[in-house]
């Protein structure tokens, strides 16, 4: 078990260690780093200006010896000032150089770096996007799972009934319609003056300091929706064939009523296979997010994103990067761990 | 309580169909049966013939297509058919209940085995936890499992294929039903664990008084264990009454026909051979008129048995006894077969496979999700035998005793981890698969237990004949290779048009036959056929068993028949060589191994078989416990835990030491302990008693 579980913790940090280094090597690139620079100290400057100013900020030196001064297994970098002594260097912080700065400052440090766009060090701007996006998910899969269950479940236990097949057309409306589309209709329905229902807000700014049902209802459901009609078809499959399996016949020969049979016979076996696609749904959740965030202009993690993208904040990236795997191969974790708990054929022993 | 004199179960004149898109399908017609009170009746038939769906008419469980189009289903005086969900619900599980063919499939994976039984009693007799807990420990121990409190907690997959009959046995009688619905109970279960699941039935049912339907193809079976039989053949039945008026004075042609199909233990290959029923089971829409057994029927009488619909009639004289043709009493029953025919016997030639001191041993990890310690699965502990030319040498065991793997060493799927395997002189024990010769592989075939999944689906007959005739380098051009399968086609006695057709236009044993023409394309010296009948139905069992015979008289093969059907092994084997846990226990003549001295295991596993005989009387012998397992073998005898005569060897020989494979007479031996003066003390297991 415990070697189960360092096995899959040594996956995550090679996982991340490659991502980091992709993702690196990207904003790495020349004209990338030209952007850099030129947002930093202006658009009209001439190549050798930007040159110099690379140089200084310690963008000059090798890719990998600059990954590795990320990552904390080179020493930082230092730049000398016109007078001899040190100006500036990975490790010195804003101010003057002081002395007794250590000489590693990287991930393994603890030290994430400062990002470009917002000022802030990444670690503090991470963890408070993060908590936002957490809150989003939270109510996400709230609204999502328990939703997605039951209606997989009631469409399944009589599969080719009625409400199997309303469920089902439902299901697949809802999947195969994205957030960008969901997202954009619910507004123009329920925010806007268009249709006149001005039942919620189209912004969900103020949902940051503190959710309503008014701020928060659309972006959990433009969100939720897509996830839910996926997860319905999934759990009405795996239903519908516990349903007509030989154990569930017993079950009714037995005697058992057809509500006992569905709630202790058939429901935990009908959520092993949905349980790992809930758990794949994490990370898609997390795609969702980046697109939903920006509709709704929620400064969370996914918004973080593609603010730091489209700016080219390299250490910023970077952090998300890792923050990412983190939460992709950590719910993967927790999925497989369940799927043990829930099918007593694969117990760990 | 009911009067002993009114029936428990009585189906009147039932029809049931099944509707589907293509219409209508009749799956049982006009069938009528009674249950008494404490007795048992059998319903036998081969698949498809409709008893399955009588069981499930009876339960009231038809599924969305099934309905019952006629007739009524009276239990203890109330018609089933007419009921209410809700008063149905009341009657299943407690009046009425079900075991059936696949104990893993019926138990829920995901509950406990406490929870499972306990319900029944807390949905029907309204007793709480901690009674109905009580009441399933005291049937986990009527059922003789050991330690009932472990196997509570247990999951139905913790369980071994017989303990978890015994789970489903436990639960159908946990509300102490009237009557016992059976559906193939032992198929799935090897014979000494089916011998002593029906040893149990018949003890539960007279401790309980509970009457039975007991549905089996195996007319041996039910001899065991019912009061009346009942015949059915494509969805009606066909003859009912008295067990013993039926196997002694069958009055309908088909179960005489299906008696003569079977290996008794009278029959032999050679002088007196099995007679397969000719022709196909009719589909349900494809059924001819008049009497449905009549394109098969050796008494055929064309303007009268297809004229119109026949019913049963009643032979007089005998209590129950009804049979469905028109002719039973023109006909002349104790007529003996009419194609017998004397088949020469073979002439054994030379040894052709030499196996010295094979072992083979895998490595398996413990741990569910990898890790853990890797362990030794010993399945095959230094084997040795010989096998001769247009020989056939049985090689009987229960699953787990390692004949499979034997199978794929001498295939070269696995590699032995020790020990000689030669074939004609050339050693072959340390080569692959991939590595061995076109030759090699030609000359060492395979036919598989399992017909319907070893073709491939979407490939012609003659298209995947002619591939492994490419494989084996036969014919030079796609034409010789052309006119070769069509040779073989005529060799298996299928129709040369079968080339063109797909696998699912062919019924089992016609598949089977293709199973064979491919392993004889490259003229194999040596086949083996793992227990390639055992799927099919009894009547096509003797026609698929006889052509293997024809074959191997004409190309003088060697035919390793792998099987734990001892009738079908006694019928046709030459040599018979018994296994358990891995190792050769006895190995000899056929005659040799069915008559005493016995290994005690041999003992067993003939006592186990069931005979569909009359006048055969049985030695009863039930093992006890389940067969150890292969990573954790005990030490000295493979058989010292469930042997019973170990107290009849001094000491505590068999718990230590293994025995040596003694020679008990020319070609005769056994591992065992026993001495000559034990061993001359055993009577034969399976005696005929004096007319």
Request: glycine residues 8%; charged residues 20%; neutral net charge.
């Amino acid at each position: 078990m415990l070697r189960f579980i360092a096995g899959r913790l040594a996956t995550m940090l090679l996982t991340a260690l490659c991502l980091t280094l992709v993702v690196f090597f990207l904003t790495n690139l020349a004209p990338s780093l030209e952007r850099v620079a030129k947002t930093q100290i202006g658009a009209r400057v001439s190549d050798a200006e930007v040159e110099s100013w690379l140089n200084r900020n310690g963008y000059g030196g090798p890719m990998l010896a600059r990954y590795g001064e990320w990552l904390g297994v080179m020493p930082g970098w230092t730049s000398a000032a016109e007078d001899g002594g040190l100006a500036a260097g990975r490790c010195l912080g804003d101010t003057a150089a002081e002395a007794g700065a250590p000489r590693y400052c990287g991930v393994l440090q603890g030290d994430w770096g400062t990002s470009t766009v917002f000022r802030d060090e990444v670690a503090t701007i991470i963890a408070r996007s993060l908590a936002l996006t957490g809150k989003l998910m939270l109510w996400v899969l709230v609204v999502m799972v328990p939703g997605a269950l039951v209606i997989g479940v009631l469409s399944g236990m009589r599969e080719g009934s009625r409400t199997d097949r309303g469920l089902s057309t439902l299901s697949i409306l809802s999947t195969a319609t994205p957030e960008y589309v969901s997202g954009v209709v619910f507004i123009a329905v329920f925010a806007s003056s268009a249709v006149g229902l001005r039942w919620f807000n189209g912004s969900a700014t103020s949902a940051m300091e503190q959710a309503t049902f008014t701020n928060f209802t659309l972006p959990v459901m433009t969100i939720a929706l897509y996830g839910m009609g996926y997860i319905a078809r999934m759990t009405r499959a795996s239903m519908a064939e516990v349903m007509t399996s030989q154990y569930i016949r017993t079950a009714r020969l037995k005697g058992v009523s057809f509500r006992a049979l569905v709630l202790r016979h058939a429901l935990r076996n009908a959520l092993i296979a949905p349980f790992t696609v809930i758990m794949l749904q994490i990370p898609w959740i997390l795609n969702g997010v980046v697109i939903v965030e920006t509709l709704f202009n929620y400064k969370g993690f996914g918004w973080t994103l593609v603010q730091a993208a489209s700016n080219n904040d390299i250490e910023l990236l970077l952090g998300v990067s890792v923050v990412s795997v983190i939460v992709v191969l950590l719910t993967q974790l927790i999925s497989d761990l369940g799927y043990v708990y829930l099918n007593p054929r694969i117990r760990i022993s | 309580m009911t009067a002993t004199d009114q029936p428990i179960l009585e189906i009147d004149d039932l029809s049931i169909s099944f509707f589907t898109r293509d219409g209508e399908i009749p799956a049982v017609m006009n069938f009528s049966a009674r249950v008494m009170p404490g007795q048992a009746l059998g319903l036998v038939g081969e698949s498809g013939c409709g008893k399955s769906t009588v069981a499930l008419g009876v339960m009231q469980d038809l599924g969305t297509n099934g309905r019952v189009t006629g007739g009524a289903i009276r239990f203890r005086g109330r018609d089933l058919t007419q009921m209410t969900p809700k008063e149905l619900r009341a009657i299943r599980g407690s009046e009425i209940a079900m075991i059936y063919q696949e104990p893993m499939a019926s138990l829920n994976p995901a509950m406990r085995i406490e929870q499972q039984l306990i319900e029944v009693p807390m949905i029907h007799e309204g007793l709480g936890r901690a009674e109905a807990r009580a009441r399933a420990l005291e049937l986990v121990g009527d059922v003789r499992l050991p330690d009932p409190e472990r196997i509570l907690r247990a999951y139905p997959h913790q369980l071994s294929g017989g303990q978890q009959q015994r789970i489903v046995i436990a639960m159908a009688l946990m509300s102490k039903p009237a009557l016992l619905i059976l559906d193939e109970p032992t198929t799935a279960l090897d014979v000494t664990v089916e011998a002593a699941v029906i040893d149990l039935l018949r003890e539960l049912g007279t401790k309980y008084g509970t009457s039975m339907l007991f549905i089996s193809h195996n007319l041996g079976l039910v001899l065991e264990t019912c009061d009346q039989i009942c015949v059915m053949y494509s969805g009606e039945a066909v003859e009912r009454g008295q067990i013993a008026d039926v196997f002694d004075k069958m009055r309908h042609p088909y179960t005489q026909a299906l008696f003569r199909s079977i290996p008794l233990p009278g029959a032999n290959k050679e002088s007196r051979p099995l007679v397969p029923i000719p022709g196909n089971f009719p589909l349900p829409h494809e059924r001819p008129p008049g009497c449905n057994f009549g394109p098969r029927c050796d008494y055929f009488a064309e303007g009268r048995c297809d004229a119109s619909k026949i019913a049963m009639d009643r032979v007089p004289d005998e209590a129950l006894h009804e049979s469905r043709c028109l002719r039973w009493d023109e006909i002349d029953w104790d007529a003996p077969p009419q194609t017998a025919v004397h088949k020469p016997k073979t002439e054994i030639g030379e040894v052709v496979l030499e196996v010295r001191d094979l072992q083979k041993y895998y490595e398996v990890s413990s741990g569910a999700l990898g890790g853990g310690a890797a362990r030794v699965v010993k399945a095959n502990e230094s084997l040795s035998f010989v096998a001769h030319e247009s020989e056939t040498l049985a090689i009987v065991g229960e699953s787990g005793c390692g004949k499979s793997t034997l199978a794929k060493v001498l295939m070269g799927l696995e590699v032995a981890t020790r020990g000689g395997v030669a074939m004609a002189g050339q050693e072959i024990a340390d080569t692959p698969i991939q590595s061995r010769g076109t030759k090699t592989i030609a000359d060492l075939q395979m036919i598989f237990q399992n017909p319907f999944d070893t073709l491939n689906p979407s490939m012609t007959i003659g298209r995947q004949i002619i591939r492994a005739l490419e494989i084996f380098g036969v014919g030079r051009t796609g034409a010789e290779r052309r006119e070769r399968m069509l040779e073989l086609l005529d060799l298996v006695k299928l129709p040369r048009a079968f080339a063109a057709r797909k696998p699912r236009q062919l019924s089992g044993g016609q598949k089977q036959r293709v199973g064979i023409a491919r392993a004889f394309a490259g003229d194999a010296r040596i086949v083996i056929a793992d227990e390639p009948v055992s799927a099919l139905d009894v009547s096509v069992q003797a026609a698929v068993s006889d052509l293997l015979m024809d074959i191997q008289r004409e190309k003088k093969t060697t035919l390793l028949f792998i099987s734990h059907d001892l009738s079908i092994v006694r019928y046709l084997a030459d040599r018979v060589l018994v296994m358990y846990l891995g190792h050769v226990v006895e190995i000899g003549t056929t005659e040799q191994i069915f008559a005493p001295p016995y290994h005690p295991y041999t003992e067993a596993l003939l006592s186990a078989v069931p005979i569909a005989d009359t006048s055969i009387k049985k030695k009863h012998i039930v093992l006890e416990g389940e067969v150890p397992s292969a990573m954790d073998p005990p030490p000295g005898c493979p058989f010292q835990t469930r042997c019973r005569w170990k107290s009849k060897v001094p000491g505590n020989r068999c718990e230590t030491e293994l025995p040596p494979l003694r020679t008990l007479a020319t070609g005769h031996q056994s591992l065992c302990w026993l001495d000559e003066a034990e061993r001359a003390v055993m009577e034969p297991v399976i005696q005929t008693a004096a007319p």
